[in-house]
């Protein structure tokens, strides 16, 4: 990978459940040259989210290039976030959401660096990283 412009930073990807639901996958794949960083220093973790306790879950994965969670139960309205550390080359991550389906609202904050976040869809999304800051 080209490190001429490859920047780490840490992002929170945060999802919320609208209906009530079990054995419910979630799944962020990396499309492009980046990869979640996992060392003893960058760690990957499991928080709650918007004030709701963090649902049970049946395994939560990270690797270079994704990460799954299995959430066993939620009700409407719990959510979670999982935050990981990231590159950027050429300030974006470009990544596949998939919500097997589920009733979800998905986003994304980037917690140190430019900060900013936005939404994400299911399917193919774009996080660019605004170098003016």
Known sequence: ???NDLALYQVAFQFQFKDTMSNQMLEIAV???NEFVISSEKKSQLTPYMGSSTPPMNNASIWTTGLFLNVASAAAYDSVANVVWSTFEN???RLDLN???ANIA???SLLDGPGGGGQLYPGENTISINKSR
């Open 99 to 101: 919500t097997h389906g």
């Open 106 to 108: 998905a986003s994304y």
């Open 91 to 93: 300030g974006s991550l």
């Open 31 to 33: 499309l492009d040259s």
């Open 1 to 3: 990978m080209p490190s």
